[in-house]
Nanobody
Framework: VQLQASGGGLVQAGGSLRLSCAAS????????VGWFRQVPGKEREFVTF????????YYADSVKGRFAISSDNARNTVYLQMNSLKPGDTAVYYC???????????????????WGQGTQVTVSS
């Protein structure tokens, strides 16, 4: 499975961005997709995940009510709509996918076996 993230950029505090993550390859094996973010010197941090076939979505407390994950299964694409952005949201954002052959917690990077290349989001104050 290959993941291609896009949509990052520079935005002022209070603004919005929408990230996209297009999946290709053996997408039939994917059960869960998520977003993580990372700033220099820190560990990759959980943002949100959803199950590909439907069901609940889950968010980090820091983004709950401001970010929304969604999917277009026909396009094999996952989106992250980010509203009311804050300077603290500045990070490289990574999309991730987990196949049916994988296990572990959904809230840690170790729970995913495929990763996109990352897209930079910078929020200015």
């Amino acid at each position: 499975v290959q993941l291609q993230a896009s949509g990052g950029g520079l935005v002022q505090a209070g603004g919005s961005l929408r990230l996209s993550c297009a999946a290709s390859g053996r997408t039939f094996s994917v059960t869960t997709v998520g977003w993580f973010r990372q700033v220099p010197g820190k560990e990759r941090e959980f943002v949100t995940f959803m199950h590909w076939s439907g069901g609940g979505v889950y968010y980090a407390d820091s983004v709950k009510g401001r970010f929304a994950i969604s999917s277009d299964n026909a396009r094999n694409t996952v989106y992250l709509q980010m509203n009311s952005l804050k300077p603290g949201d500045t990070a490289v954002y990574y999309c991730a996918a987990r196949s049916r052959y994988y296990s572990g917690t959904y809230y840690e990077p170790s729970g995913y076996d495929y990763w996109g290349q990352g897209t930079q989001v910078t929020v200015s104050s």
